[in-house]
């Protein structure tokens, strides 16, 4: 690996020089890990001249910025979600209708925030850069934890994480290998299999960590009593999270540091689709205006995410669809579109690195920092949330790791490979569309319907 | 990829033409997947010099196509079985007699069938010919599930079709495999992995597809009866199998059409059998006779699965034996014969990819086209099949498949590898020879003998 130009050196501090360098040979090493990256193709190159002419300094200064943040994403027009969500809460209009608009409200945000992160890494550097985006990488998963974890609403938090990391190695992964397979048939896909092993080894521990909790529960016998049971189970799921977080930050030195050659997006030199990918080498917005985008846009998420976490039970009764199945199918699907739109157009560019990168990387985060963060907050809030995620839940994840794992293992692919982690996803979503299993109500320790069944196996 | 030479178009239609290029460079391309080869292998060359005296030339024909036909393969004796399965069915002789008859009959006529299939893609073209063979490669599996699916023998089919998957990638691979490295202990027996790991992917969505009702039906809570459990296993099992068969159309796609290259068994040239292997070039009997012949073979066929349905209750008391076992072990091993032999013979001269061809070929069409065409046809006639194959059953496919994907990962064999994988089936098999768990009757839902943990579930 040629020597890294540290690029904030040699640009002075202006927010609006816009010089956009064609196809350079070596990718701007600023942190531009596969995500930014994947949400980049999303964007729209704002046009500036009209902003030029406005007289005063200052406003334009404004003006420009405000373009550059709003109107550069092809999602522009989801921001109007966000006041109509915001009115049909204060007038409250049928409960559904919010919900439905804040999710839709939710899509743009999540890719300003991943635009803002790449901007600020500018400032940054390439290590806080990547920090940043490995931890708002998902703000919009973790806001809706945090604030469902608040109403003590302990099943969707893990519904909703579980459906994250399920829609990020099915879905997400699924669609880019499917149409990146499409795209390219005459040629046959490669891949860098060492960063996704990475990942894999990563996502299986987290899946020990779902599963020893759920099995305690299976091997208590006779004479230990529910609640012990539960006892067991929260101490166990809470001493694994901070486990799983001293594994996440040593994956940030791994990523970040010391293997960092691993993920950066290699710059296939034989790739036609070269010139096209116009990457923006300097920062649009200012550092501090950055910023400040960022935590507006953060208290926005949240906001939504409150109005999603309450009428979550209206909609699902309203749309007839059990309040399982909107948080582990619909909740992540539309978290992750941003994303996900971006792996896709990267698979079309046959440059599977980034999609996977994103897909993974995704599934890595939320399994290894949003899941075990969101089991401290409640432990901090004195909520009993534990890792055991049930048997239909932890199942899935474990075929949707094992199946993944297996499609990746040679780095290659092919359109077959991304269609039967599509159709496993499918059947998955129907698994759960069928699963009119009531819920236990949350008050109890954690989500486990099955604790008749501890007694059963004793019985 | 050499170009492919389109045989039929050379050679005139008569139906006794019967040129054998000894050792041809490259075999011909007539959709000879390795099914065929494997089968082939069974077949003694007819010498045509006896009809040749027989002085009129329909009765010549008829002769020599009845040879080629009925006396073209070793298994000929076995024809007589099913002569005798229908006297001892008439005169009603012991029934475990009529059992014993009928299922030995059966081996000669896969193989016929295969063969005939494989005459009749002379005709038709590549294609066509590899989706004949899709099709019709396990005729006898078919034919047995749809019949015994009419006799509301739900638990029959499901254990005959879990069976032979297992014994295809256990048995079938593991002697083959087993042999194969004997034969060539000198050697480091080489395979494409390619194709191998397309069969897994796609065998590992079939397992997710029988792991889900079964999970169903344990995380189900007490608030939902067995009967809404039933019909929920029953909803996601009827989906689960339309998605199954929509992946079978792709795979079809993907290895006959798109990726054909990587399903031709390879020649490899510095093969010392090659002369050996004389490979018919020419078709020996006319489209229409083989036509005919392949209905005949069907319809008997189907008789003797008439008997082997019916008699397979007495057969198991009177050997002692539970119906599970008779139908997960004793059905396909005889099932599959033909094959069987076929592989072994291949794996002794080297050719893994045959052999693998045959082995996980077969378990991918019988786990992704004849398991969802029965639930699809139970559907049809009214009876309620699902996927759950039950905890025993699912988990020992779980590892059969995890354990020969995991043997096949690096493209290399020896004899170690069979031997485990042959351990492997003798385990399952004696799990089942001790599995004496009384059958539900067939009558309610499908196969469930835990219903009555079920009715504990819901205690």
């Given amino acids: 690996m040629g020597s890294i130009v540290e690029p904030w050196a040699a640009i002075a501090e202006n927010g609006n020089a816009n010089v956009t360098a064609k196809g350079s040979s070596r990718e701007l090493r600023h942190g531009r890990t596969a995500h930014n ?3 980049s193709s999303l964007r729209k190159k704002s046009d500036l001249r009209l902003v030029q002419k406005v007289p005063c300094k200052t406003l334009k200064n404004i003006l420009s910025n405000l373009q550059e943040v709003i109107l550069g994403t092809k999602l522009t027009l989801l921001f109007l979600a966000i006041p109509l969500a915001i009115l049909a809460n204060s007038y409250n ?3 559904p209708l919010i919900f439905g608009l804040s999710l839709i409200g939710l899509t743009p945000l999540a890719e300003r925030v991943s635009f803002l992160t790449e901007q600020l890494a500018f400032y940054t550097g390439p290590t806080v850069g990547g920090l ?5 990488g998902n703000a919009t998963e973790l806001i809706i934890a945090i604030l469902a974890l608040a109403n003590n609403k302990v099943a969707v938090v893990k519904y909703s994480l579980l459906g994250s990391i399920l829609s990020n190695l099915l879905l997400v992964l699924g669609t880019s290998l499917f149409f990146g397979g499409i795209a390219n048939i005459r040629r046959e896909q490669r891949f860098d299999r060492k960063q996704a092993d990475v990942n894999f080894f990563l996502l299986l521990m ?6 020893l909790p759920l099995l305690l529960k299976y091997a208590a016998t006779g004479e230990v009593s529910t609640s012990m049971i539960n006892k067991m189970s929260l101490t166990l799921s809470r001493t694994s999270s901070i486990v799983m977080l001293i594994a996440y930050i040593a994956y940030l030195i791994f990523q970040l540091w010391t293997h960092r050659q691993l993920f950066e997006a290699q710059q296939d030199d034989d790739d036609a689709y070269d010139d096209e990918v116009s990457v923006e080498e300097t920062p649009v917005i200012g550092f501090w205006s950055g910023f400040a985008w960022l935590v507006g846009m953060t208290i926005v998420i949240a906001l939504l995410s409150e109005y999603v976490v309450d009428t979550i039970e209206d909609a699902s009764d309203s749309w007839g669809l059990s309040v399982s199945f909107i948080s582990i199918i619909l909740l992540p699907i539309v978290g992750n579109a941003a994303e996900h739109a971006g792996a896709i157009i990267f698979a079309f560019k046959n440059k599977l690195d980034i999609s996977l990168g994103v897909a993974l990387g995704s599934a890595t985060q939320i399994s290894l920092f949003v899941v075990p963060l969101s089991v401290i907050v409640a432990w901090i809030l004195g909520i009993k949330m534990d890792l055991n995620f049930n048997i239909l839940e932890t199942s899935s994840l474990a075929l949707a790791i094992i199946i993944t794992a297996f499609t990746l293992q040679d780095g290659t692919s092919h359109y077959m490979k991304g269609l039967v982690l599509l159709l496993c996803y499918v059947i998955i979503a129907a698994c759960f569309f069928v699963d009119q299993i009531p819920q236990p109500n949350d008050l109890d320790v954690g ?4 604790n008749n069944l501890g007694e059963v196996f004793s019985a």
Same sequence: chains 1, 2.
């Fill in 37 to 39: 990256m994947s949400s």
């Fill in 93 to 95: 209009y049928g409960r």
């Fill in 132 to 136: 940043l985006n490995a931890t708002c």
């Fill in 206 to 211: 987290g899946l020990l960590c779902h599963l």
């Fill in 447 to 450: 989500l486990q319907p099955m």
